[in-house]
C-alpha cells in the first residue's frame, strides 16, 4: 500500500503529497467530524498537526504522482 499509516491527519498529508491538495469543494463537503484536520476550514493542519517527527519524515520521503508517473514510463519506454 502507498499510504501505510492508522493516523487520519497523516493519512490525508499523504494523499496531498502524492495527488497534490485538495480540492476546496471536496473540504467543504466533508462531515463536521473532519473539521479538526483542517485549518480555517480551507487548508490540511499540517505539519502543525503531525503526532510525531516520524509522522513528518513518513509524509516528507513520499513521492509525488507525477514523479511516481515519470519513473514508471521511462521504465516501459526503454524495455526494462
Known amino acids: ?3 501505510q499509516t492508522h493516523e487520519n491527519l497523516e ?3 499523504m ?3 502524492v495527488l497534490g ?7 467543504a463537503r466533508a462531515d463536521r467530524r473532519a473539521e ?3 485549518r ?3 487548508r490540511l493542519d499540517w505539519p502543525e498537526g503531525a503526532a510525531s517527527r516520524e509522522s513528518m519524515k513518513a509524509v516528507w520521503k513520499l513521492p509525488r504522482l507525477q514523479r511516481i508517473w515519470s ?6 519506454l526503454l524495455g526494462i
Open 1 to 3: 500500500a502507498l499510504f
Open 11 to 13: 493519512h490525508l498529508a
Open 15 to 17: 494523499m496531498e503529497k
Open 21 to 27: 491538495p485538495l480540492p476546496k469543494h471536496m473540504i
Open 36 to 38: 479538526k484536520y483542517f
Open 40 to 42: 480555517r476550514g480551507l
Open 71 to 76: 519513473c514508471n514510463m521511462s521504465i516501459i
